[in-house]
């Protein structure tokens, strides 16, 4: 809390400075226009006009309080260093400059240029982003995370690394008290909360323009990130058969795996449900990735359109949807990609609007070849395949959530867990649950929800209502608020 309240404290300072800067310029600016005081006052009265002017809606709540003032939560703060670990680790962020590893640039003057990119941002020496090494390769390599343990390209490892990189030997405690203020573990959080989060930072008016993309099943039990920037033609295919197509071989294996073994047939069921959200993932990024050739002159949203069927957030998807069906209908046709998926309505239109025509670069061509001979040489059959079958795609089933699998997933030596062994009945709680779950609980200093437990333990929800309850009533363990919001102390740590 003191952390956070020294934080508002000089964004506040910052704030009053800019304020007595700006009424000098507004000063000097209406002394050189003869603005007499009557007319200042009427200029400046924020009584006179304010709601002709000032959209209301462009405010985003929570910003300051009635003086003005910027208020700034510990929650709120854990949630901004989250999303730049994130960033660091997918390429955005540069963390050698809160290390110290690199100088940061210097503001610029009132009159330089701006600069090309933010001045956190990863960039090589000719200040372009993304960076590339002297090799030419992109600095990370990677242009993708994934939220699947033990994955050489997991969400949460780089984003670790990423947190070790910054805090050094305090990485572990760094951890702690950023799952404690995040409320859940940072997998969860990323898997559940931060597109939301996100999409709402990068959003302004009717404006939405997110750059990390997730796309994942309906129920977030998996999920790819992307990263906007770094998208090209090829993306889809390498998340289709690096990440997805190994994926779902993998869960199909241990389905077979699971039967031979004599698991339990709820078991069984959940990773049967789980292999199912797998394999209608791949169809859905396999029906997609060859008329998919992103152009980021078109923007965020029109990019991202055919995708619609691929993200597992409703509100994203209403967006994109109805950008697609737009699309489709013909009302942006000046962009890119109707160009691809419709050259047979976009061509002729050419012909007839200059603007059009100056839009895709054709003013010349049709002043010197057919419009037919255009329409061929510009429409592609792969193309016109993969878009019938987009148009006719059966409609997505519902958006409930299904259980995660709680198998064993590959990992690193370094990061391996034994399972928790779930009780034979209520009534028998082994010790060697109940240390898990303490051990497990002392990592949230300031309160564990039952989902940082659970994917913490691997226990089933019926091993944890009876081992919870074991550790209450022994007055190990405190439970405090209701629902949602219920959260589970460890009595050692208040001692």
């Not at 001045?119 to 590339?132: C, D, F, S, W």
């Not at 030997?169 to 859940?184: N, R, S, V």
């Not at 109805?322 to 691809?340: E, T």
């Not at 009533?473 to 219920?486: H, Q, W």
Request: charged fraction near 30%; charge should be negative.
């Amino acid at each position: 809390m003191a952390r956070a309240e020294a934080w508002a404290t000089s964004i506040n300072l910052d704030e009053s400075a800019v304020e007595r800067l700006q009424e000098v310029i507004d000063d000097n600016c209406m002394n050189l226009y003869g603005i007499d005081e009557a007319d200042r006052h009427a200029m400046t009265d924020p009584s006179v006009g304010v709601s002709d002017v000032l959209d209301c809606s462009e405010l985003e709540d929570g910003e300051g309080d009635d003086e003005g003032r910027i208020i700034v939560t510990p929650e709120a703060l854990a949630e901004d260093l989250a999303s730049w670990l994130f960033g660091v680790a997918i390429g955005r962020w540069d963390a050698g400059l809160a290390t110290g590893e690199k100088v940061i640039p210097p503001l610029p003057g009132p009159f330089d240029m701006l600069p090309t990119v933010s001045r956190g941002m990863l960039v090589e020496e000719e200040m372009i982003h993304p960076a590339k090494a002297a090799t030419g390769r992109f600095v990370p390599e990677h242009d993708l995370l994934v939220d699947d343990e033990g994955h050489p390209l997991d969400l949460k490892h780089h984003i670790l690394k990423a947190l070790l990189q910054v805090a050094g030997a305090q990485a572990d405690c760094w951890q702690g008290e950023l799952e404690g203020l995040l409320g859940t573990g940072l997998r969860n959080w990323f898997r559940s909360s931060f597109f939301e989060r996100h999409l709402k930072r990068y959003s302004k008016s009717r404006r939405k323009a997110p750059i990390y993309w997730q796309l994942g099943t309906p129920s977030d039990s998996y999920s790819v990130w992307l990263y906007y920037p770094r998208l090209t033609r090829d993306s889809l295919y390498r998340v289709l058969n690096e990440v997805v197509k190994p994926k779902v071989t993998y869960e199909e294996q241990r389905l077979t795996e699971m039967r031979a073994e004599g698991a339990t047939r709820r078991q069984i069921e959940i990773q049967e449900g789980f292999v199912d959200e797998l394999r209608t993932f791949r169809e859905e990024v396999t029906r997609v990735a060859p008329l998919w050739n992103p152009d980021l002159d078109d923007g965020v949203l029109l990019n991202f359109a055919p995708l619609w069927r691929l993200t597992p957030h409703p509100g994203w998807r209403r967006d994109t949807k109805a950008a697609w069906d737009s699309l489709a209908k013909g009302d942006y046709d000046w962009a890119k990609l109707a160009m691809k998926l419709w050259p047979e309505r976009v061509i002729p239109k050419c012909a007839r609007d200059r603007h059009l025509a100056l839009a895709h670069g054709l003013e010349a061509s049709l002043q010197a070849t057919p419009i037919e001979e255009l329409v061929r040489v510009s429409t592609s059959p792969a193309v016109k395949d993969a878009l019938q079958s987009l148009l006719t795609a059966p409609a997505l089933g519902g958006s409930a959530r299904a259980p995660r699998a709680t198998t064993p997933r590959r990992v690193t030596p370094a990061e391996e867990t034994t399972p928790i062994p779930s009780p034979r009945s209520r009534g028998t709680i082994s010790e060697e649950t109940l240390t898990a779950i303490s051990e497990a609980m002392a990592r949230y200093p300031l309160g564990a929800a039952k989902a940082d437990i659970l994917e913490s333990t691997n226990l089933t929800d019926a091993a944890w209502n009876a081992a919870i309850q074991v550790l209450l009533d022994r007055g190990e363990v405190e439970r405090r608020g209701e629902k949602r919001g219920t959260r589970y102390f460890l009595k050692t740590l208040e001692r």
